[in-house]
């Protein structure tokens, strides 16, 4: 059973251009949800994808955008890019409805340059 | 405005020592989750707790969930090297889990 894999797992990119990062969640969830994680710091969450959708959002501005696929997977766009998006972008994956914890993936470590 | 506040927030331990981290929020949850994180990984989810006053036991690590459901703690007993890691705690406002707040973690070290 494959757990939630994400690519790239590093990438470096120049001030000012755009990045897509890309998830696959665990065989049998259907909600995607990405987070921003910062050196020392907890996750923040950017957004949550189910059905396609945009379901809930964080504190992140519209440079932040994504997508869910009809296999559930998902992507990250980020147009822009600062030298403060430089974090550790993680997905994880869980199934509606039930309160049995997010699965993770191993994420993608980003560096803006 | 930080939801979930985790103490302590660094915890240097030698082998064998018992120690506990605390999960505290003035929010109620309907759930709440702790992980561990290693460097460069994603977070490993270890427990999920629902219900007011529960308890739950892995191995040598008890888990709380306040009555109240606005906090939780994780005791961990005869620490080992094997423990040192970042410890999260995050809680969910609705069934769904796919929202989590985060505290800030409690990075352990355990020497041997």
């Known amino acids: 059973d494959a757990g939630v894999t994400q690519s790239p797992t590093h990438l470096i990119k120049t001030r000012g251009q755009q990045v897509t990062l890309r998830c696959s969640p665990k065989s049998g969830h259907d909600t995607v949800s990405w987070y921003q994680q910062a050196l020392g710091q907890g996750p923040q969450f950017i957004f949550q994808?189910?059905?396609?959708?945009?379901?809930q959002r964080g504190n992140f501005p519209d440079r932040f955008s994504g997508h869910q696929f009809p296999n559930y997977s998902s992507e990250l766009n980020v147009n822009a890019l600062l030298l403060g998006d430089s974090a550790l972008y993680l997905c994880a994956s869980s199934l509606v409805g039930t309160p049995t914890g997010a699965f993770f993936g191993q994420g993608t470590r980003l560096t803006v340059v | 405005t930080q939801l979930l506040e985790q103490s302590p927030q660094f915890l240097s331990i030698q082998e064998g020592e018992n120690l506990t981290v605390y999960c505290n929020s003035s929010s109620v949850f309907s759930s709440l989750q702790w992980y561990r994180q290693e460097p460069g990984e994603g977070p490993v989810l270890l427990v999920t707790v629902v219900t007011g006053g529960e308890v739950k036991k892995l191995k040598r690590l008890t888990f709380q969930f306040g009555d109240a459901r606005k906090d939780s703690s994780l005791h961990i007993t005869a620490a080992q090297p094997g423990d040192t890691g970042l410890y999260l705690c995050?809680?969910?406002?609705?069934?769904?889990?796919?929202?989590?707040?985060f505290g800030q973690g409690t990075t352990l070290q355990v020497k041997p």
């Open positions: 994808y189910y059905e396609e959708e945009e379901r």
């Open positions: 995050a809680g969910a406002y609705s069934g769904n889990t796919g929202k989590l707040i």
